[in-house]
């Protein structure tokens, strides 16, 4: 059995290597720089971007805009819902000595190195050991997600590293960690609430008591939800509402789809392997509530995923929660395989 300092030694070393290869994969995509062949799959801006003079796709202009605005550059009256709705990283970005962009990718950069940390030690919680914890860090930042959408100038990376930083606390018992972690997450993100229906589904399979903490942690929500709204009221309207013909079209994106799917990538067909062929087969110990909390955080992750096809522009991006909670149950198939074959050979 090796020392604790020989163990320290190996996963310092497995850290550095999984820090190192999340800049070199996301670079050729830093500030949608686009190297060599790149920019002829990312496509064209739009034209309202163009016009503001962006030469940059997806959202990242409307909080390169948000920035603006708390530097005083520009009127509330030009930011756009649901954006200006999010206000966290911009006024991060306020601290840091860089342009907009540069700013917005240098903390999602930030938000990435500590939720491999967080991924880390909830697949520790888990009951996976040590290398399946590290194979999941490593399924987590080789991914077409990390290449694609890490340094482009979304806040997604923050929004992931809220999630993995509520359900650390959610499994670890921290519901302070979690109350704090919620009220900042959803001035990130409205949709850290996913957090709450899963700290429910925890308590309700470990038979605590729970609904005076999901009464307050829905209060914790819509006291930044509505105080953001009331403050940026004169922000323009959403003009893309839900409904059957976003669906249609989002149907005809045949760049979307396939960006959805890489960025599911090993462990989304691994996880749905695992609800079809191996659950209730997985000899995996968990704890009381575990295994239902990652259960309902995949699902739920799932849901938001088919809503978006009805309510915005879908493409991998509004698949990256359901990829990072795919991956306990990709680590769970691989470890009844190699278990199976280890039974197999007798070993």
Sequence with gaps: MPSRNENFKFIALHFTILFILLFIISFPRFNQQDLGPIK???????????????NLNGDAPHYIDLVKYFKG???????HAPFAYRPLVPLLCLLLPFEALTSINILNLMWMSGSIVLL???LGVLNFTENYALAGCYLFVVSFATFWYLT??????????????????????????????????????EASVILIPVYGV?????KDEFALRILLLTLTALIPIIAVRLIMN??????????????????????GLISLFLTLGIPGLLSLHYFIFVRGRSAHSFRQG?????????????????????S???DGRLTLQLFVSSIPFALLVIEYFRTKNLKFSGK
């Design 40 to 54: 002829k799959f990312a496509g064209e801006p739009f034209d309202e971007f163009k016009a503001k003079g962006y």
């Design 73 to 79: 550059e520009i009127p509330q009256s030009s930011l």
């Design 120 to 122: 880390y030690k909830i």
């Design 152 to 189: 482009t100038g979304f806040i997604d990376p923050g929004f992931i590293f809220v999630l993995l930083l509520g359900l650390y606390f959610i499994l670890s018992g921290n519901n302070t960690g979690l109350f704090i972690t919620l009220f900042l997450g959803i001035l990130l993100k």
């Design 202 to 206: 925890n308590k309700y399979y470990r």
């Design 234 to 255: 004169g922000v323009i309207p959403r003009d893309q509402m839900p409904g059957f013909d976003n669906f249609l079209s989002n149907l005809r994106s045949y760049k």
């Design 290 to 310: 575990e295994l239902a909390a990652i259960t309902a955080l995949y699902f739920l992750s799932a849901g938001i995923v088919i809503l978006s096809f009805f």
């Design 312 to 314: 915005a522009h879908t």
